[in-house]
């Protein structure tokens, strides 16, 4: 996965927006506005009549390159995630006030917008505008409907913002140190903040909390502490960094006790949230997050039929298989059972735990070789790509992530997180490796890096709609990395072998179950027995993998089902071109043209596609 897409979600930045006071003023008023979903009605508008550069064209532009620039100086953590450091030594409070700055905001440019007429607008232009108006009406229901500020505790935390003023190299380190000094300042009231922002928080998201803050007082420690003394601050500087240092490592700690002393009552299950959010808020949360023109649950819907569909095609390879590895056995009849003995034969070959990350690393550049010897995709080798373990700030949420830089730091390193495998008890370690065998890791590593993530977020550095960037769209993300799997398999790679489509057809089904979990937890109530029984008996998981996952649905909602719903509507798109266009129809152009719209919504990059295809013909 792209790590919450690139860390800050929408409701992480706004996880920060206020102190819910015993009165509450922000009752919400109706939202207005643009619906993601009936883009493809308003887009394939004809625009042959429409100027390039329309007064409402140069109206829009403007008005969003304002909007972008306060939106950083309220979000200034989100604006360091994107590359731009003009406010890095800022630190925004979460504090009743902010989220009323952050309403007014909202409230404010979605008026605005508003008046801009989209029938005057490009196809690009009424896109980007659709986009905006999205995200300004999320960012009013997360304020005064969703309210996650009052009960997901994970959602405060500084470090992210920290690590990377630390370990990009922006500007010089003493340059940075300097901000990173001066963004301290606020860190205690953050975490004052923070304690009186929560009421009753959901018990997930407050075990994660402990873990992540745990890990957030790695960037401040001592390795901080020696980049501090080799630097050329002066002697004063370097006093009251160490104040301020001391300072915010009171305030996480004094953080992390409440926390504890909370999770020491939940026995009294009264007294915590229910992380399940329901099928009101999970709609609409799915409306604003997925944007693909269907509800959630016309997309769980099509997951069951689609889990059936793999099946058969499992079945199929299992029986091919069988001769191979169990000659001398009966094939059972039960087909799940069948299927999950190739599997678990299949899952014997995996690296050790020492040797995880060494193997992830090793194959990135087979993956590079193969992409330019079938000319898939141009790729920019001068984009650093750098493997890592996960950062203790991160871990506990996903097996493995991409971080990636913004728009405005384009030749920053890309880090590809994975989790330390090193460290685990052999027991885990090894239902982790079985997971992740030989086969299974070829697939991770193309959709995390080559031609998954990475290759698409270098991509979307290189759009011009910023717009259609910095407010990315979580289906069209990781549908894209799921797609990469497919197309890469289909390509030829690891030569059409059985035990490898196999297993790819494994990984797939975990997208297509991933939205059956996701909905059956947050909407139909489903308990973590019911979970992993789906997830291992039919999904074919191993207990550790599965374990995570239920975790990670009562950690997250509607996220999970960004998988399938961008890639059904990925491979739905390709097959679309290939008919229009037939024999000129080019798989590399295809993709190419596909990233090259940024992190849009996949209905929103059709409508562009098509239009484009008109407009040639």
Known sequence: ????????????????????????NDAIDENGGS?????????????????????????????????????????????????????????????????????????????????????????????????INNFLDETIWNLTQFKSFEWDPSQYN??????????????????????????????????????????????????????????????????LEQKLAASGLSDQEKELFNIRLDASRKAIEEYIVLLQTLQAQMDNADSFSDFRIGEKRYEEKFHYDIQIGMSGEELYRRALREKDRLHLKMDELANRLWPKYFADEPRPKDVLVKISKVLEKLSEHHATKESFKA????????????????????????????????????????????????????????????????????NRAESFLREYNTYLMQILNIHEAIPGHYTQLVYANQSPSLIKNILGNGAMIEGWAVYAERMMLEAGYGDFSPELWMMYYKWNLRTVVNTILD???????????????????????????????????????????????????????????????????????????????GNAPVPVIRELMLADIKKKN
Request: charge should be negative.
């Open 1 to 24: 996965m792209k790590q919450l897409m690139t860390v800050f979600t929408l409701a992480t930045l706004l996880c920060a927006c206020g102190e819910k006071s015993g009165q509450t």
């Open 35 to 131: 619906d993601i979903s009936t883009l493809s009605s308003e887009a394939s508008q004809t625009t042959a009549d429409v100027h390039p550069h329309s007064n409402a064209d140069q109206s829009l532009q403007a008005l969003s390159n304002q909007m972008i620039e306060r939106m950083w100086h309220l979000f200034p953590s989100w604006a360091i995630s994107n590359g731009y450091y003009k406010v890095a030594e800022m630190l925004e409070v979460p504090d009743k006030h902010y989220r009323q700055q952050v309403l007014g905001f909202a409230r404010e440019y979605r008026n605005h917008f508003s008046r801009i007429k989209q029938d005057e607008l490009d196809v690009n232009e009424r896109t980007d505008l659709a986009l």
């Open 158 to 223: 500084v470090s992210h913002g920290f690590a990377l003023i630390l370990n990009t190299d922006y500007a010089p380190l003493d340059d940075r140190l300097r901000t990173f000094s001066n963004r301290m300042q606020n860190v205690p009231a953050y975490y004052v903040a923070a304690e009186k922002s929560l009421r009753n928080p959901a018990a997930p998201q407050l075990v994660l909390a402990i873990q992540q803050n745990e890990g957030a007082k790695s960037v401040f420690g001592e390795d």
């Open 359 to 426: 193997e992830v690393e090793k194959q990135i550049p087979q993956l590079v070789a193969f992409v330019k010897e079938k000319d898939l995709l141009s790729l920019d080798e001068e984009k650093p790509l750098v493997v890592r373990t996960t950062p203790p700030y991160m871990q506990g949420f996903a097996v493995a992530s991409i971080n990636a830089p913004g728009p405005y730091d384009k030749g920053a390193n890309t880090y590809y997180n994975v989790m330390p495998v090193a460290e685990m008890p052999d």
């Open 519 to 597: 909905y059956s937890v947050q909407v139909k109530g489903m308990e973590e027995s019911a979970a992993l029984e789906l997830l291992m008996k039919q999904g074919f998981q191993q207990q550790a993998e599965a374990m995570g996952k239920w975790r990670r649905a009562t950690l997250s909602q509607v996220q999970l089902t960004s998988y399938f719903a961008g890639y059904m509507d990925i491979m739905a798109l390709r097959e679309e071109i290939k008919q229009l266009l037939g024999d000129q129809f080019n798989l590399k152009q295809f993709h190419e043209q596909f990233l090259s719209y």
